[in-house]
């Protein structure tokens, strides 16, 4: 999605991960690490062990590489983006001028840290 051009993802039932890395221009390493990193991300293993992706599974795909390269989210940023239902449920931007005034963003942005290290700690644990 270079440059704001949309990658045309051809219309059949599975793809080779030679093809995806191909379609997403990514190399395939790449595909089998994001495979453990995104529980979305499932593709079915044919006779011969060859992962077979699915339609979605190249949707998903393309996503995470926007996320990733183009918006600069970490894994663990995109993964808990995607779980908790996309972009619509993204944090307000603190910077708006709907935010009030500098106190109340400073405390949004405490209270948003406060949540990110709870959700740190827990996986500590």
């Given at each position: 999605?270079?440059?704001?051009?949309?990658?045309?993802?051809?219309d059949?039932?599975?793809?080779?991960?030679?093809?995806?890395?191909?379609?997403?221009?990514?190399?395939?390493?790449?595909?089998?690490?994001?495979?453990?990193?995104?529980?979305g991300?499932?593709?079915?293993?044919?006779?011969?062990?060859?992962?077979?992706?699915?339609?979605?599974?190249?949707?998903?795909?393309?996503?995470?590489?926007?996320?990733?390269?183009?918006?600069?989210?970490?894994?663990?940023?995109?993964?808990?983006?995607?779980?908790?239902?996309?972009e619509d449920?993204?944090?307000?931007?603190?910077?708006?001028?709907?935010?009030?005034n500098?106190?109340?963003?400073?405390?949004?942005?405490?209270?948003?840290?406060?949540?990110?290290?709870?959700?740190?700690?827990?996986?500590?644990?």
């Open positions: 999605m270079v440059g704001g051009m949309k990658t045309q993802i051809p059949k039932l599975y793809f080779k991960i030679g093809e995806v890395a191909k379609l997403a221009e990514v190399p395939a390493h790449v595909l089998r690490y994001w495979e453990s990193e995104f529980p991300i499932r593709p079915k293993r044919a006779n011969s062990q060859q992962r077979l992706y699915r339609y979605q599974d190249v949707e998903l795909i393309l996503k995470i590489k926007a996320l990733l390269h183009g918006e600069g989210y970490t894994i663990a940023g995109a993964r808990k983006l995607l779980e908790t239902g996309g449920n993204k944090l307000p931007v603190v910077d708006e001028p709907s935010s009030g500098q106190t109340q963003r400073l405390q949004i942005i405490k209270e948003e840290l406060q949540k990110l290290q709870n959700l740190l700690t827990k996986r500590k644990e």
